[in-house]
């Protein structure tokens, strides 16, 4: 019991002390010294013109590009969640490295090609269980379903079990299968999508 008493001590203590103790070398020193507060000094000017250009390049940012970055978010955010945490741990830096820049060029390319590029847009979610599913994009504008981003569990004999990503594309009616790559997982069976 002692032990815990010692613990709430030491924070306490912690606590009441913040901010009473400043260090020496952040004070400064020749501020007597000083006989013009309003002169800056080159440093300060430099640090200035330094804030000043990065506060202008986020300003500049492209709109389209920032949304193109937030889809790209939602496809890596909406994948990991289809594999669930088991099948995350262990594919996660292949899918991050062969997979997902595959995916994210397959968005440009739907976002560079649109009218108004916020029409497009990640509307279903990932399916549970056996489902190939991992999200859809559609164009929000006409309700009309454009891409369709699939993982398909396969058992390869004396080779071992892969999950095969692949696309459908609306100007097929969905039916041709784009390959985008495959990831190999183990000779096991993988645990079911989003356990």
Known sequence: MKLWWRKIAVVFITILTLGIYTPTNLLEVDADKRDDSNLSSSSDIETTSVIEETTQSYIAEDPREAYLEHLHKEAKELSLEKFGPRIT?????????????QMETLLANLVEHSEEYKDIAITEKPSEGYGERIFNVSNNNTNETLVKFHVR???RPLEGHYFN?????????FQKHYHIGDIYWDKNTPPKWMA
Request: glycine share 0%; hydrophobic share 35%; net charge negative.
């Open 89 to 101: 741990d262990k594919v996660e830096n292949e899918f991050a490295a062969v997979i997902l820049p």
């Open 153 to 155: 569990r396969e058992n």
């Open 165 to 173: 990503f692949h696309y459908h594309l609306n100007e097929d009616r």
